[in-house]
T-cell receptor, first 115, second 114 residues
Framework: KAGVTQTPRYLIKTRGQQVTLSCSPI?????VSWYQQTPGQGLQFLFEYFSETQRNKGNFPGRFSGRQFSNSRSEMNVSTLELGDSALYLCASSLELAGGTDTQYFGPGTRLTVL | AQSVTQLDSQVPVFEEAPVELRCNYSSSVSVYLFWYVQYPNQGLQLLLKYLSGSTLVESINGFEAEFNKSQTSFHLRKPSVHISDTAEYFC????????????FGTGTRLKVLA
């Protein structure tokens, strides 16, 4: 089975621009979560989608948004980029077993650099 | 709300020496506990998890972790490390009921020295 794939792997943008990142989960996985990873803050939860609906949301400003398609693929969008948005963005998918017992499988991430 | 604390940001250790990576958590509800490992330029991989039952859980590559409810800890240990264990290790919790959400610690960078 193919793992979680994320595209693109690397992105360089300038302040004020917007960006869209894509995530394809493992086949059969319906839950997709996004995380921001930075050296100082570690992994911070952005949001989780399940069956095309946002089920959980972290403490990020409204500039960060996402969506999930009927095939479970997910995109996240960041508008009006700021220097502090430079980070590794990780996507994780899971089968959605009861109560959080399932394993999250992570993609390799998209490294976003904002200049 | 839940929180996870990994007090050690970096742990250097010589090859074949034992190591313990500490993880403490705070939660008002019951949680499941996880350790993930991230090798350079890769995503995170599950190392081991505690869901219920025996409080000592083991991974296939020699790591083990023990759930201590009274001390709200889930420390990761390995009796003899290898160079290939050099990576960043993340502890995480997830509530056992309701709409789940992972909370990760800030990570511990393990550097194994020859």
């Amino acid at each position: 089975k193919a793992g979680v794939t994320q595209t693109p792997r690397y992105l360089i943008k300038t302040r004020g621009q917007q960006v869209t990142l894509s995530c394809s989960p493992i086949s059969g996985h319906r839950s997709v979560s996004w995380y921001q990873q930075t050296p100082g803050q570690g992994l911070q939860f952005l949001f989780e989608y399940f069956s095309e609906t946002q089920r959980n949301k972290g403490n990020f400003p409204g500039r960060f948004s996402g969506r999930q398609f009927s095939n479970s693929r997910s995109e996240m969008n960041v508008s009006t980029l700021e220097l502090g948005d430079s980070a590794l963005y990780l996507c994780a998918s899971s089968l959605e077993l009861a109560g959080g017992t399932d394993t999250q499988y992570f993609g390799p991430g998209t490294r976003l650099t904002v200049l | 709300a839940q929180s996870v604390t990994q007090l050690d940001s970096q742990v250097p250790v010589f090859e074949e020496a034992p190591v313990e990576l500490r993880c403490n958590y705070s939660s008002s509800v019951s949680v499941y506990l996880f350790w993930y490992v991230q090798y350079p330029n890769q995503g995170l991989q599950l190392l081991l998890k505690y869901l219920s039952g025996s409080t000592l859980v083991e991974s296939i590559n020699g790591f083990e972790a023990e759930f201590n409810k009274s001390q709200t800890s889930f420390h990761l240990r390995k009796p003899s490390v290898h160079i290939s264990d050099t990576a960043e290790y993340f502890c995480a919790v997830s509530p056992t009921s309701g709409t789940y959400k992972y909370i990760f610690g800030t990570g511990t960078r393990l550097k194994v020295l020859a």
